[in-house]
């Protein structure tokens, strides 16, 4: 049972203590204080089915116990020692890692945080290339950090500094819902729709209209075939789960390669078999990239992230000294491999793309009864959900109802994310062992909440 301070006294704590830009979460925010699987208790003894994992970062359940027993012993072990001592966990790790990344990803660097990854990445791009301008898309988010914000491209995201706009292009967005081109049609997706789509023949538009857009920065904005690189999420989690169309990602690192740059993949959302089919991300855009960023998932709650690349790119990090005190942890690295078990054991990558293509076509049930459901998206268990004034204007709903239905839905037991430059969008990306009653759970949730804002 609950023994800590008061849900008031914890209110007024964080008012006066805690950092002010701590975004409230809900009006009527909820005290979580314990978890077991997808499940989450508040100080009452509530319980919530946790459909957003913590933003994304429990991978495979709240305290699994695996993954408990795993910290538990290297606890009793050895706690920490940086990387200046040998220890075996660390290699250990490595090795099982990059056995999950194709090609010549087989160099790892362990980090703390994704905007610390995203930080190390921008750092090899431009030592390895010698260049210094980095692509990214409009939409994204890759961190927090002074160098990671100005990759993010979200104004929410970012404070007048130089970091913003240093030496960093945003492309524009290749969205195939509110962008200029493109439909439902266009995108990587188990469900699929032919409605709403541009594209005619069997030829997608919206594909080669964003294609010539990244073109356009490449040929106007960058210095002449002298790009660092790009880093693209690959499905953008915090934007609002946007997904491109289908070769968008493919023709992209083509053309950063023909500018001399390096491609970036920021698996931090999509990784670790969350959308199912893959267990990376980029593997549904048919793609290696030269560096894969990767946190939250990895740890399933524990602060651990990393940075994946070839040998070859790695070799710029000896031409000075590069270290980082807690990165590569004995106690992180007894937690990654358990999570690297537990998702193989149970099938959680099978389990994803199971329930996830289920509760994806429950909601695109939804979208088709209720006019303020403007776009079902996602692959497995990154799904978002657009609402709308109306379909046909696709304007989001008005922030007032937007935070009625979501708050609604928490009312009724069930946490959902929220994201998008609107915030219009629900983010679904719970732990990956939820079940198909669970499903049901958040379809019958939302439902009853969107039908209580249309009564009001
Ligand atoms: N990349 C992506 C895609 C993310 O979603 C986030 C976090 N929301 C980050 C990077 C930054 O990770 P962190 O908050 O661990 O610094």
């Known amino acids: 049972s609950y023994n800590g301070p008061s849900f008031e006294k914890a209110t007024k704590l964080r008012q006066q203590l805690i950092t002010p830009s701590a975004i409230p979460y809900y009006r009527n925010p909820v005290l979580i204080h314990k978890g077991e699987k997808q499940y989450l208790y508040d100080h009452k003894g509530t319980k919530y089915l946790d459909m957003f994992g913590g933003i994304v970062t429990v991978s495979v359940g709240h305290c699994h116990p695996k993954v408990n027993q795993a910290l538990e012993e290297q606890l009793n072990t050895l706690w920490h020692t940086t990387s200046i001592y040998m220890h075996p966990k660390i290699y250990e790790y490595a090795e099982r890692l990059t056995s999950k990344l194709p090609g010549d990803l087989k160099v790892v660097y362990f980090v703390?945080?994704?905007?610390?990854?995203?930080?190390?990445?921008?750092?090899?791009?431009?030592?390895?290339?010698?260049?210094?301008?980095?692509?990214?898309?409009?939409?994204?988010?890759?961190?927090?950090?002074?160098?990671?914000?100005?990759?993010?491209?979200?104004?929410?995201?970012?404070?007048?500094?130089?970091?913003?706009?240093?030496?960093?292009?945003?492309?524009?967005?290749?969205?195939?819902?509110?962008?200029?081109?493109?439909?439902?049609?266009?995108?990587?997706?188990?469900?699929?729709?032919?409605?709403?789509?541009?594209?005619?023949?069997?030829?997608?538009?919206?594909?080669d209209n964003y294609i010539n857009q990244l073109e356009a920065e490449f040929k106007y904005s960058l210095p002449k075939g002298k790009c660092a690189g790009m880093i693209v999420e690959s499905i953008q989690g915090g934007g609002g789960i946007v997904q491109f169309p289908r070769n968008y990602v493919k023709r992209a690192i083509e053309m950063v390669h023909e500018n001399g740059g390096l491609f970036v993949s920021d698996e931090v959302q999509t990784g670790f078999g969350r959308t199912g089919e893959h267990y990376w991300g980029f593997e549904m855009h048919g793609i290696v990239p030269d560096v894969v960023t990767m946190a939250k998932g990895i740890g399933n709650g524990f602060p651990l992230a990393a940075v994946v690349t070839t040998p070859e790119i790695s070799q710029v990090l000896t031409e000075a000294l590069h270290f980082n005190t807690f990165g590569g942890n004995p106690l992180a690295c007894a937690v990654g491999m358990a999570v690297l078990d537990v998702i193989d054991e149970e099938n959680l990558q099978q389990n994803s793309l199971e329930v996830g293509t289920y509760l994806l076509k429950g909601l695109e049930n939804l979208r088709d009864k209720y006019e303020v459901v403007g776009d079902v998206r996602g692959k497995g268990l990154m799904i978002g959900v657009e609402l709308v004034e109306s379909k046909s204007s696709k304007s989001p709903l008005n922030t007032a109802s937007f935070i009625d239905i979501w708050e609604s839905c928490k009312d009724m037991g069930v946490l959902l994310g929220k994201g998008g430059i609107s915030g219009n969008v629900f983010r679904i990306q719970p732990p990956m062992c939820i079940t198909k009653e669970d499903a049901d759970l958040t379809l019958n949730v939302l439902e009853a909440s969107l039908k209580n804002q249309l009564n009001n």
């Open 112 to 207: 703390n945080s994704g905007s610390e990854a995203n930080d190390l990445a921008t750092l090899l791009l431009r030592l390895y290339t010698k260049n210094f301008d980095i692509v990214t898309l409009k939409n994204a988010y890759h961190g927090g950090n002074m160098s990671s914000m100005g990759l993010t491209a979200q104004s929410t995201w970012h404070y007048n500094l130089p970091s913003i706009g240093n030496g960093v292009h945003h492309a524009m967005n290749a969205d195939p819902y509110v962008g200029l081109w493109g439909g439902r049609n266009c995108r990587d997706s188990p469900v699929q729709t032919n409605r709403n789509c541009d594209c005619t023949q069997g030829k997608c538009l919206a594909e």
